[in-house]
Structures are given as C-alpha cells and as structure tokens.
C-alpha cells in the first residue's frame, strides 16, 4: 500500500463478502423452493427471497466497485485520496440503508413497504432490480454523487492515467443510468423501454468500463508488462464493448411491445458483445504470458485470468446462445436465461471484485504484497469450488431450459408451465446440490482470509 | 498489438465509435417512441389500468411471475394470461382471491394479497390490456 488513505478500501471489502454470504445463503433458499415449493411459505416467500438475492448482488458488487476505486484511484493518481473521512461517512451511511432495506423486504409484506416509504409519491419499486424503495434509491444516488466528487477530485488533482480516467468514466455512466430507474410511466412499454437503459447499458455497457479498468490494473501490478501495452489493449477492448453494446440493447426490444425493426439490430450488433469479452481473456493471458517478474500473489493471478474467462463464457458464449430474435422467440423468460445470468454476472463481475480483493487485501492486511503460501492455496480452493459449481449450476439450467423450452413451447401439444416445471425437476434438484458446493466454495474462500503464516515478499 | 497502431488511435476509436452509437441509439430511440402508439393503444390505459400496474408492483408480483417474458422464472408467464384463462376477467379475479394463506402444501404457493373488489378488477383491466400489445406474435403459444 503506497498511499494510507487507500486502507478506506478494507472496510468496502467486508461489507461485499458479508453481503455476498447473504446472497448466497438466500440463492439455496429459492433453489429450495423451486422443488419443494411452499418452503419457508408464507414467512418467505419466493418472490421476497429473490429479491434479497438480487439486491444484495447488485449492492456487494457497488460496495466492491467502490473499495475497488478507493484502493486503485490514489495509487493511480499518486497522492492521498481527497477525503478518506467522507469515503468512510459514506460507506456507513450506504450500510444502513442497504441494511433496513433488507430488513424491510424480510420484516413487513412488500406492500406494506410500499406504502411505509410513500412510493405513491414517486413509484419506483416493484420492478425486477428496481425493488428498492424511492428512497433507498436516492440514497443511493447520494452515496454515489459523494463517491464520485471523492474520487473524481483525487484524480483531477492527480496523475491521470488512462487507468483511472476510464475507470471514473464507467463510474459516472454508473450513476448517470441509474437515473432512468426514476422514471416510471403507468405504461408498460415504456417502463420496459427505459428500464433496460438502466439494466442493459450498466452489465453489457459502462461495467464494462469499470471491469476492464480494473482489470487492466491488476494485470500491470502483477505482471509489470509495459503500461503502454496494456492500456492500448484497454482502450480497444472498452471501444468495442460500447460500439457493440449500445444498439446490442436492442436483444431486448424483441416481444415487449418495439417495433420489428429491433429484431434485426439487436441481433446483430449482440451477436458481436461477446469481442470485447474475447479480447479481455487474449488480452489477460497475453499479459500474464509476457510477464516480466513473477508476482507471489498467485491468487490474485489466478482470480484475474478466472474472471477474463468466465466473463467470456458467461457473458459470450451463453448470452450469444439466445441473443439472435429467432432464437429468442423460444428461449425468451425461460431457465436458460438464468443460466446465462449466473455465469455472466458471476464470471464478469463478481470475479473481478474477487481479483482485486484477492490483490489488495495482503497489502492492507500486513503490507506485504502476498499471503503465505498455505493462505493461497486455501483461496485457491475457494477459487476452483465456487467456479466449477457456478458451472455445473449454468449447465443444470440449461438442460432445464431446453427441455422447458421443448416441452412447453413447441410441438402441437405443449405442456402448462406448472406441468413443464414438474417434467425438470431433476435439473433443479441437481442445481440445489452444486448449489450446497458453491456455499462450501464461498466458506473455504472466506476462512483463507484467517489462515494467517509467513506473508510472501516481492520476489526478484 | 503492432506499434503502427497507437494508443491515441485506439482512443479515438473508444470515444468517436461510443458516441456515435449511442446517439444512433437516440435516434432509434426517437423513431421508437413514434411508432409505440400503434403498437401499446396506450388510449386503453385508463385510470383502472394504472392503478392495476400499480399494484402489480407494489405486491411485486414480478418477483415470481414474468411478464412478456421478463421478471422470475418461477411461476407462468403473465403477460397472455388473460387469452389463457379465456379472456375472461372474472376467472383471473378468481384464481388470486382464491389463493390459501397457508400455501398448497409441497407446491409453489401464491401468496394471498387480501385485495378487494376493485382492486381485483384494476389487476385484471392491467392484464387484459397487457395481453393486447402487439409483441411481434410472442409468446409462441398460449402456455406462455
Ligand atoms: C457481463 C455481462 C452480462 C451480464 C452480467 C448479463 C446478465 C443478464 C441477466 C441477469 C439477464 C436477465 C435479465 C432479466 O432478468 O430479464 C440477461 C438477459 C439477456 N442477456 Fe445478458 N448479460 C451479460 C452479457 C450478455 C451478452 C454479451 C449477451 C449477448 C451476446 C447477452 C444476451 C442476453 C440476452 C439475449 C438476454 C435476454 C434473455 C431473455 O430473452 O430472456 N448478455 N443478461
Ligand atoms: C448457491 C448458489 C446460487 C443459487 C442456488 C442461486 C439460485 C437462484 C435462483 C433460484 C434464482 C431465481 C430464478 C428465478 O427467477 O426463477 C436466482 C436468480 C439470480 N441469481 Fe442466483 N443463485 C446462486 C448464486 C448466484 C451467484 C453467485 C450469482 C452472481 C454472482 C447469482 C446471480 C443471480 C441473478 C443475476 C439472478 C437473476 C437472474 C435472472 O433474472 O435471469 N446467483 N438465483
Ligand atoms: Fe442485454
């Protein structure tokens, strides 16, 4: 750690493990649930249950971006970080509120929260993503305006690299499409329209931006290759993440009410999204491959090079697997949607959160540049558990997926989706099984960060 | 990647190629907006419907459901339910009020909204008129 202030980074850290722990143990919930249905019910429902599961996603992810930002923005700028006081103000204040938020969803009915926090006044919840009360989301929108003023004042005032400039670039489309979760029209196409510009252009837009920057800095501190070299890649790989993935929206313009012409676009131009994916694993394994030291943090390597693949495989190979509309027209609303969920938002996101944890943390730890060796190998351990298990997770969906597909939505006697959902069950169970593994994957990540021993040296 | 091709290059790529598809999305966007009357007859959006759309989300019944093909895959999709249940409002009205407090044992449960009368009817006007936006022919059939 060069620079104090960067320590602001451990605090956001621990709040997105804790809440990724949270996510999960409600994931096995509803992964419960689809086989034995009236689980929990009527305590916790399914629908409650998903959205503690989504939400808190989307909130450790933000709580990682921000540690992420915080740590890699002053040692990229090359001075302290404007005010470590409000970037700690500001993670308390987002941990309360994503805290009752929480509870609120667990505590009371979804309609009593509705009404508790006025939603009448601006409706905002009650979309998927979007359940949040109107007044957690202008929270949200404060703790964001403070973090972006915090991080965007340390960089003007500092190095600029291309690093951080497109690192604050993805953070302020962050927050400029989120706006659009505001705006909430009593008709529904429009809300859908307007609701992917949030959706859409965040994971298959500016995140990219953030995932690349990211990236990019955990692959010039461990492998030392040129900086030129690799921001030239970055700027590549994040041109074609926009220019394919703008208009690539347009794969959900499909059947909501848009007009035809969305069908040749969107598959088109989301035919070519997986690119930039690709280019990230040839970029990440080209770096690593050209390397001009070897790093002790092996870990950190091995979160780098999982998530540029995962990503690709997630977010490439299984979005482009139902993204052109004749194919669609099928696989639209169904398993295997969610199948390329997981793999996409768990390879691209939740890795590189994970790579850059994994990079910082010993620094902030014991200011060393690596854990001991056993500590590695216990992470590691996490590394393949949960990894393989999101895997077999994306592939027992998807067989669930295409048998549904099959059953329900083809042939000349198609079945009820009740009666679809009984013929696949075997899927589910065995999704609820790989399930139970990537907790125990979750667990053993987590109990490396307590193994302690000898912290490695920067080796020569 | 060869010298010949520099970083200032890629650069320019990154911020000509993003702003130009994005304000070619704008434009499309535009173009959208004006053919959606057509296609959503949002003059059949009466106060009823509103409110029913209101109170879909405020029940969050997107956390189970899908609704023209978007939301939780855990129960049937919503958006043709009226044309599955015999573009009849009264059986939607039914199937909801119906639901057991207690959930149907080892199934997927709905849970019960206590809605009354008019609420009910509100819910349903918002499906009907979901079921009648032109989706481009989807879902393929009446299961949804
Ligand atoms: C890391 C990037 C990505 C993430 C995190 C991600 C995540 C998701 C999620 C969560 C959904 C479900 C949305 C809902 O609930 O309605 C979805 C839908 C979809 N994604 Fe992605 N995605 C990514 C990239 C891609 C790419 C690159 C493609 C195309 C090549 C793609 C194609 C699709 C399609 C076609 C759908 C709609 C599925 C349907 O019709 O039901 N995605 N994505
Ligand atoms: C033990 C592991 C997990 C289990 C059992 C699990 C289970 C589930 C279930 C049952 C749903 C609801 C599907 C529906 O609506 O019918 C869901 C949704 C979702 N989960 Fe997980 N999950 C797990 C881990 C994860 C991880 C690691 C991530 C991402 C990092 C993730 C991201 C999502 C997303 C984005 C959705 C919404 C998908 C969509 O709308 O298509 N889950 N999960
Ligand atoms: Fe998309």
Redesign the pocket.
């Known amino acids: 750690m060069k620079y104090e202030s960067q320590g602001v980074a451990k605090l956001y850290f621990i709040a997105a493990l804790a809440l990724f722990t949270a996510q999960i143990i409600f994931g096995l919930i509803m992964a419960f649930q689809y086989v034995v249905g009236d689980f929990l019910f009527p305590e916790i429902p399914f629908n409650v249950a998903r959205m503690v599961h989504t939400n808190t996603l989307i909130v450790w992810l933000l709580f990682g971006f921000m540690g992420a930002a915080y740590y890699l923005v002053p040692e990229e700028s090359e001075r302290e970080l404007h005010s470590p006081m409000l970037a700690k103000l500001l993670f308390w204040v987002f941990l309360v509120a994503a805290g009752l938020t929480v509870a609120g969803y667990l505590l009371v009915p979804y309609s009593t929260l509705a009404e508790l926090t006025m939603n009448d006044l601006l409706p905002t919840m009650g979309r998927?993503f979007l359940e949040q009360p109107t007044i957690t989301k202008l929270g949200i929108v404060v703790v964001a305006l403070g973090f972006l003023f915090n991080i965007g004042m340390t960089i003007l005032s500092g190095r600029k690299t291309v690093i951080n400039i497109v690192l604050l670039t993805g953070l302020l489309g962050l927050a400029v499409f989120f706006l659009f979760s505001f705006y909430n029209p009593a008709n529904l196409v429009l809300d859908k329209y307007w609701w992917w510009w949030t959706v859409h252009l965040w994971?298959?837009g500016v995140w990219e931006l953030i995932l690349g920057s990211i990236l990019a800095f955990v692959l010039i501190k461990t492998t030392g290759v040129d900086r030129e070299v690799i921001e030239k890649w970055l700027y590549i790989i994040i041109a074609m993440a926009l220019i394919t993935g703008i208009i690539g929206t347009g794969?959900?313009y499909y059947w909501i009410g848009t007009p035809e012409y969305w069908q040749l676009l969107g598959s088109v131009f989301?035919?070519l999204?997986?690119i930039p994916?690709f280019m990230m694993t040839v970029f990440a394994f080209n770096m690593v491959n050209q390397r001009r030291k070897d790093h002790p943090n092996k870990a950190a390597v091995l979160w780098a090079l999982g998530c540029a693949v995962m990503?690709f495989l997630g977010?490439?190979v299984w979005?482009?697997l139902?993204?052109l509309a004749p194919v669609?027209y099928y696989?639209?609303?169904t398993q295997i949607?969610a199948a390329?969920?997981h793999m996409?938002?768990y390879g691209?996101?939740a890795m590189i959160v994970l790579a850059m944890i994994s990079y910082s943390m010993p620094f902030m730890t014991h200011g060393k540049p690596a854990n001991s060796n056993k500590a590695q190998v216990v992470e590691m351990w996490g590394f393949w558990l949960m990894t393989i298990s999101i895997v077999f997770i994306t592939l027992f969906l998807t067989g669930a997926g295409i048998l549904q597909v099959w059953l329900q939505r083809m042939g000349d006697n198609p079945q009820s989706f009740m009666s679809a959902q009984d013929s696949v069950a075997v899927f589910y169970w065995l999704r609820f099984a790989a399930g139970w593994f990537f907790l125990g994957g979750l667990v053993v990540y987590l109990y490396s960060f307590f193994v302690g021993g000898e912290p490695q040296e920067e080796s020569a | 990647m060869s010298d010949k091709f520099t970083k200032s290059m890629a650069r320019n790529i990154f911020i000509g190629g993003s702003l130009f598809f994005f304000l070619l999305f704008v434009g499309l966007t535009f173009d959208t907006m004006g053919s959606l009357p057509k296609r959503d007859h949002r003059e059949n959006i009466t106060p009823q419907v509103a409110n029913g759309k209101m109170l879909w989300e405020e029940n969050n019944c997107i956390g189970c459901h899908t609704l023209l093909?978007?939301g939780a895959y855990f129960a049937p999709e919503l958006g043709n339910v009226y044309t599955r249940f015999g573009q009849n409002k009264e059986v939607i009205k039914a199937f909801i009020a119906s639901r057991p407090v207690e959930g149907i044992p080892g199934r997927r449960s709905m849970p019960q909204f206590n809605l009354d009368d008019q609420q009910l009817d509100d819910l349903a006007e918002f499906l009907k008129w979901t079921s009648e936006i032109d989706t481009n022919n989807w879902p393929p059939n009446v299961q949804g």
């Open positions: 998927e994971v298959e794969h959900h989301s035919a999204e997986p994916f990503a977010a490439g979005g482009f139902h993204t669609n696989t639209h609303g949607t390329h969920g996409a938002f691209a996101y | 093909g978007e």
